[in-house]
């Protein structure tokens, strides 16, 4: 039953009001609320808005640098768009792309489910499962840069340790060539699995953490055995966590320059680049900045459409699931 | 199918003295076939007992044993038990159908066969219309039905059903307590039944096992818990409303022995036949038990008399509280009783009906 509340009237106050307390108004200048809305969003107009509505601009137009800084720059319509994907190096870096997704950001994906599975499984004690976990999640701690320097070293074909033991464990009679053409992209691959697969793990981990004991124990008496249960409860229940994985290391494919940059140079011939550092290579290198700007609005627009299917798919998800 | 034999089993969870001792010392067996329920009230030890029976917890001490094979160290599901849980556990990505088919599907059965199944026990426990549903969506009370629905599709050879009717309104609770019964009389299957409300156990169980404070108290039928309890804590939990418990002094008259309450003026004859276990007993103090039921309203030379404090009116009866000296008592008398706050009543009693106990131990002397 609902009470009507007369102002004043401590009679009609529902017992949980505190009726000696007074409201008092709060005095401040209209300034503050203004002030405390308008900052982040000032913030956010200077760092995100702007540069965007600026890029899409100059997308539209021949800059290059001189034109930017003397304001010598025309409307050429959609050309640069056309450059950017009627040039084969476009297409072949949306290739490695793909490549770089489906074996880079797929396989951490799936790495760091299988071991976080297996560490909460099978590790039962907590200490060797805080060791193991600290173990794991260390290169994530690493700067991509230094992954980078690190990786070439263990990769370096003449003296480099990756080889040094597959000779040794008789896996391989001669040295693997990782940076030349064709393997590049896989060496690069193999370093940012090492670098990142942390972060799926971690997710998934604290994922399983949470799971309810008690579904667990319903399963041991309806008589479930142990890869039963992970795949008909443990994956469906983890399903949405797993999917906030794809997408970090998804998002993460589309700005991948760091890693590029130090290990290959794209190289050799182009053939490890990725459309994030061809748009780095003609933006700050090559000075080309209508046309860098082209390519970050194409990468901007394919990673909205993939993020945007994934977001589809977990509102379906969690509605199925009856949780929105 | 089993008989279910616990000896001396005793569950300590932690150690040392942050250590809580949940199941102290439980003997019990469950015949073969047979419905046993376990009431007591909440914290006592139940579901604890239960989960060393289906083996979710080690047992810290004794042996449990199924069917004369001993249990302690097998999995769950070499045991062959069935459990619906107090929290109901469901599996939150299944379905509901997917949820009461899980244990056939784990055992391989067809999907057709899985679904047929599954159907006619939502039709037994009402749920027809929620197949298609998940967990997540569904009431407490819908969900516990689901959780008893999947303990009950398969054919183990012990049910364990912990506290499955805590959520249900009272008139579904009362037609599911009817289908489990004549359910349980299908299948002649050996069935433990937790709770904590009498009513659900002296309904259900071809036996109740009184459980307080981690200890057996009890084991019996409805008639030897109500005429018989061990103790005053048996007396005082089993029957509604609760006894009434006196505290009175032996008094030996002219060969015959009375008792006479302390505080008040109320007088009990003890039957010849019960004054030898008084005598064995030696002490002469005395705490009696009472069952308002056991109490008749009289007019003509009543046994006790008193000024009536409440009348509760409950429907088909009343409950009166009526004071006299420094005693409360209580009786079940028929709704028509016109008796208001301040007027007068009177009571006999049959000597038979009272409970005497010792006032120390609790235990019944008599
Ligand atoms: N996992 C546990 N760890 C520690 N204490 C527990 C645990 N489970 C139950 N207890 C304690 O054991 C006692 C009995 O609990 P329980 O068996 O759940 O009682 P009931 O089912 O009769 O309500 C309670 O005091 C409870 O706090
Ligand atoms: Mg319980």
Redesign the interface.
Known sequence: MRQAIVRGDPSTYPDWFDGKRRQRPLIVSRWVPIAMVGLPVAVLLAIVIYPTVWMFYHSLRDTNITGLFTGNHAYIGFANYATVLGSERFQDSLIHLLQYLSFGAVLQVILGTVLALILYEVVRSNLWRTVILILVVLPMMLPPSIVGVLWRFLLTPSNGAVNQALLDLGLISAHIEWFNAGISLWSIIIADVWNWTALPFLIVYSGRVSL?P??Y?????????QW?VVR??TL??L?EVIAIAFILRFTDAFKFVDLVYVMTSGGPAQSSELPTYIAFQRGIREFAIGEAAAYAIIIFAISAVIVTLFLQYMKRVMR????A | MSNVILSKVNKIYGAGRTGVHAVRDLDLTVNDGEFMALLGPSGCGKTSTLRMIVGLEAITSGDIHFGGVRVNDLEPRERNVAMAFETYALYPNFTVEENLAFPLEVRGVPADERRRRARELAELLRITEILTARPPVLSGGQQQRVSLGRALIREPAVFILDEVMSHLDAHLKFQMLFDLKRLHQELRRTMIYVTHDQVEALALADRVAVMSNAALQQVGDRNALYNRPTNMFVADFIGEPPTTFIAVERCDRAGAIELRAIGADIVFDVAAERASALDAHGGRRFTVGIRPQNLYPCDHDPRMAGKVVINEYLGERSILSIVTGDVTLRALVPPETRLAPGDHAGFSLDPRDVMIFDTESGVLVA
């Open positions: 309810p008690a579904v124990e319903a399963a041991r008496v309806d008589g479930a055995g039963k008909r409860i469906p229940m399903k199925a699931q009856g949780l």
